[in-house]
């Protein structure tokens, strides 16, 4: 690597040198001398052959250690937990159903059984979770080196029409602070694939002043992208292909990601001790929520994600899993082993692999990477969705990814826990669907008992053959299904309770009980919603829908009332007529079943209620389900909100549009300056450039030009150089605007 790319420079400087007609060259000259700096270092190029999808696998660079023998203990042991929780119960279903089961019965023994493995495993994990919290409580946090680490870190923070004021508040405090704590070791860049004329535009006037501003210590560069082709994951190979030979490693940030500068440098040291390890994974804590969902995801997240997170490292051991973001990863690893295979066939099965992150995971590990899950790493940071609907437009994307990983379930060379992880995935929506299934045969089975007759002859015998249903046994069987169920919920409030300090980060035994209660109570009512949104999802991606790519809200959730009776009026209508079967067939079926059909009835009202502030602030006045870092939160995090709020009282408008452009000559040329040289750069023909040439030479008025365009063209217009410098001139002459 080059001395200059090791000390961190400052963004070397390219000056475009344009066609400017009319007085415009003149008066812009000296203008794009010192506005229009190239905001990117010289590239270093990094080969990145595409994979395979069948591949030979490689052992493990690390070898044999102890700590791989103490992976393969945890993993036995909770395989053997597992089992016998399923066996248990589904013994227990058979023997319930009294061993002489029916066609219809033997569906809903085989729909239980699946259930009911599934939980167990996530119990049991959730057990062997909790254990290891309790222990490492004991020990004590684990001692961290002083000493830096050599490596050069890229962090990347990839952005699609995102709003630039609050990346760019997240980027400049984590910069500053990576700056002053490890000088020259890391550089910031922002890969941007946004497709909206405004978007980007908006994303180059807040990232053009944070490159210019950043400290030469560490440096902030920013690049967009003329073609989003694979989304994220061509995002980040772009970048790898590029620049990646001059860093040895990159951490991948989201757009809502924060991280504190301890946790960015402990990531670099240990992947730099371990030469073995290509990726490890933080587990982020979710903050900022604001709305009624995302604070009960929130306090979710931070009580109970801990006991979870500690249980899947029971068993990842090295073949752990990558969540897409808040990972560093070693560079040349990543180039060898991760560039995505294109599958055959169209969407949503075929083409580019759509959930990027468990695929280059697994093929890191086909490579002989390790990949660590790092439980102890706490200041690694995200936002929530806002609200329900958020989360099904968000799960639409994942469920058809993960239902596409299908095709690697079983692709040559994947090691075990990568089937694992695919498995699960899979299992996250596929669920949803077998929880339906038995909720459908269930009610068929109590329908089936009430309009026919039993037959008590259905085999030759001097005696009859009684029907007979083991009441107490269900009873006794459900008591332990929901045990299953809720035990990672109170793990969780056990492990606040045990640890009187962490137990005050949620506000007292008092508080974090009735966060505890609130969370389960309506998290209950949200499950149904999701199962059967879930389902469809899984119906829709079947059948050969694509869900496109679409950006995310951050913070306001919120929707209209008609607008949450429209989405959700299927589900008010099956609760609806759940709810009346059941009360029709028996008074005590309506009642075991009102948990689902309560849910489903009020969907409407809970997903406008689960967008709103309101809601969300009277609970977090009180206290409920507060989280340690709302109580107290950590440096950066302080940091990141005080230049957000800063920067938001300042700014009077958020959205550029192309007259903006155009009558701002300091943001024209810098714009300007990170255009590839020529147009001709991509030979192909571009009918919307030429369309928004020809409407430019037709129009008298900026206001007009941007009514004739449509998105495309407005695109295709903002990547040409020449075009824009033409517009601009002509507005400049005083040409009279509508």
Known sequence: ????????????????????????????????????KFALPPEQPLVMPRQRQHAPGRALRSGVSAFRVWTWCMRLLLTLTTVTLASYGIYEMYAVLNRSITVLQWVFLALFSINFAWISFAGAQALFGFLLLMARDLRGRRQRHDQLPV????????????????????????????????????????????????????????????????????????????????????????????????????????????????????????????????????VPSIVWGKTLYARLQQFANRLYGPIFSHGLSIWHGEGSNFWGHNAIIRTTAFADSAHLPILKGEAPFGGHVISHDFIEAALLRRNGWGVKLATDLNESYEEPPPSITDVMVRDRRWCQGN??????????????????????????????????????????????????????????????????????????????????????????????????????????????????????????????????????????????????????????????????????????????????????????????????????????????ISGKRGPGQILQRIGILRTPEEKRPCKTLTDVHQRLTGARSAETALTLTLAALMSDPALRAWHCAQLPDTVADHADFNAAQVLAKAKAERTTAIDTLEAWLTPAETMALLQDPNLIQSVASRSSNNLPTR
């Open 1 to 36: 690597m080059p001395d200059s790319a090791k000390s961190g420079p400052s963004p070397p400087i390219r000056i475009r040198r344009l066609e400017k007609p009319g007085s415009i060259a003149g008066q812009e000259t000296d203008l794009v001398t010192n506005q229009a």
């Open 151 to 282: 490596i050069q870190t890229a962090v990347l923070v990839p952005v699609y029409n995102e709003e630039p004021v609050r990346v760019a508040a997240a980027i400049a405090a984590m910069a500053n602070s990576l700056a002053e704590s490890a000088p020259g070791k890391f550089s910031f860049f922002i890969l941007s694939d946004s497709n909206n004329a405004s978007a980007w535009l908006t994303e180059e006037q807040a990232f053009s002043r944070l490159a210019a501003n950043s400290d030469e210590q560490c440096p902030v560069y920013y690049r967009h992208r003329r073609d989003n082709s694979e989304r994220k994951a061509g995002n980040i190979s772009d970048w790898v292909m590029r620049w990646g030979g001059g860093y040895e490693a990159m951490l991948v940030l989201d757009a809502d990601s924060v991280m504190g500068p301890d946790t960015m440098i402990e990531l670099a040291r240990r992947l730099e001790a371990e030469p073995g390890l290509g990726l490890l994974q933080t």
């Open 403 to 608: 239902l596409q990983h299908a095709r690697f379930l079983f692709a040559r060379g994947l090691a075990m826990t990568s089937r694992l992880h695919i498995f699960s995935g899979i299992m996250a929506y596929l669920s949803a669907v077998f929880w339906l299934l038995l909720v459908v045969t269930g009610l068929l089975l109590a329908v089936q008992a009430d309009i026919t007759r039993p037959e008590y002859f259905t085999q030759p015998s001097l005696f009859p053959t009684w029907p007979v249903f083991d009441s107490e046994r269900a009873i006794n069987l459900f008591i332990v299904s929901m045990v299953i169920v809720l035990l990672p919920k109170f793990l969780g409030w056990c492990s606040a309770i045990i640890n009187l300090r962490r137990c005050f980060r949620y506000g007292g035994p008092l508080l974090v009980t009735l966060s505890v209660l609130v969370e389960t109570l309506l998290s209950a009512l949200i499950a149904p919603i999701m199962m059967l949104a879930q389902s469809r999802m899984v119906w829709e991606i079947v059948t050969g829908g694509d869900s496109g790519w679409k950006p995310q809200r951050r913070d306001d959730g919120s929707i209209s009332f008609t607008d949450a009776w429209l989405r959700h009026r299927w589900h008010i209508v099956v609760g609806a007529l759940i709810s009346g079967l059941t009360y029709y067939l028996h008074y005590d079926l309506f009642l075991w079943t009102l948990p689902v059909t309560a849910g489903l009835m009020s969907s409407a009202l809970l997903s406008w």
